[in-house]
């Protein structure tokens, strides 16, 4: 072995730790990941199930599961970049895995690819690499999915505030026409009293 090269388990361990040092580099400069959000008492929370009809839900409600909804998508996403990082350092460990096994088999430079490819190490280390980009296809398809559901709610939200702005408006008019009062049309006019309508009804009487 060269003076400056490394075995394949050295190697491996230095990217390893490569990947650990960058999350503990973030933590010291006050930028942790987000953590798995707590809803209940049990520390095995899921992301909450998306109730079937949010018509029937409450305005309280909807905020609820909008902050829980947002919490579990930023946390997915911060798992979602961990898991591109590990993907990169099991990529470099494939091609490094790869050189040193290689190197050690005998024959023709088909031989020595056919042997390495079914060498053991090299069957750990590119599991290794699978497990990897399977994380980042689950995480990518999570977020997706919470993204799809923040804007359910996001728009369920702003619905039931339209509506609740239109029954205030409405219960005001009610409220002023009972009263016999002048009434506000929609645009900020002055509804017009009775008496005003008909000047004459009271010279009549």
């Given at each position: 072995m060269a003076k400056f090269e490394v075995t394949l388990e050295e190697g491996l361990k230095r990217y390893d730790d490569a990947m650990d040092e960058a999350e503990a580099d973030l933590i010291e400069r006050g930028l942790p990941l987000a953590e798995r959000p707590t809803h209940s008492d049990s520390k095995f929370s899921t992301i909450p199930k998306m109730p079937q009809d949010l018509s029937q839900a409450g305005y309280d409600v909807l905020q609820r599961l909008m902050g829980e909804f947002t919490e579990w998508y930023n946390y997915?996403?911060?798992q979602l970049a961990v898991a591109y990082i590990r993907q990169n350092g099991a990529e470099a460990k494939v091609r490094l895995a790869w050189a040193k096994i290689r190197d050690l088999k005998e024959g023709t430079v088909s031989d020595k690819d056919d042997a390495a490819r079914v060498d053991i190490r090299f069957i750990s280390v590119d599991a290794g690499m699978l497990y990897a980009k399977?994380?980042?296809?689950?995480?990518?398809?999570?977020?997706?999915?919470l993204e799809q559901d923040i804007a359910t709610i996001s728009r369920s939200i702003t619905a039931r505030s339209a509506q609740g702005n239109i029954d205030g408006r409405g219960a005001s008019v009610r409220r002023g026409a009972s009263a016999g009062s002048d009434v506000n049309f929609q645009d900020g006019r002055r509804?017009?009293?009775?008496?005003?309508?008909?000047?004459?009804?009271?010279?009549?009487?």
């Amino acid at each position: 072995m060269a003076k400056f090269e490394v075995t394949l388990e050295e190697g491996l361990k230095r990217y390893d730790d490569a990947m650990d040092e960058a999350e503990a580099d973030l933590i010291e400069r006050g930028l942790p990941l987000a953590e798995r959000p707590t809803h209940s008492d049990s520390k095995f929370s899921t992301i909450p199930k998306m109730p079937q009809d949010l018509s029937q839900a409450g305005y309280d409600v909807l905020q609820r599961l909008m902050g829980e909804f947002t919490e579990w998508y930023n946390y997915a996403n911060c798992q979602l970049a961990v898991a591109y990082i590990r993907q990169n350092g099991a990529e470099a460990k494939v091609r490094l895995a790869w050189a040193k096994i290689r190197d050690l088999k005998e024959g023709t430079v088909s031989d020595k690819d056919d042997a390495a490819r079914v060498d053991i190490r090299f069957i750990s280390v590119d599991a290794g690499m699978l497990y990897a980009k399977s994380m980042v296809t689950y995480l990518n398809a999570l977020k997706s999915g919470l993204e799809q559901d923040i804007a359910t709610i996001s728009r369920s939200i702003t619905a039931r505030s339209a509506q609740g702005n239109i029954d205030g408006r409405g219960a005001s008019v009610r409220r002023g026409a009972s009263a016999g009062s002048d009434v506000n049309f929609q645009d900020g006019r002055r509804m017009p009293s009775q008496s005003a309508l008909n000047p004459f009804k009271k010279r009549h009487r």
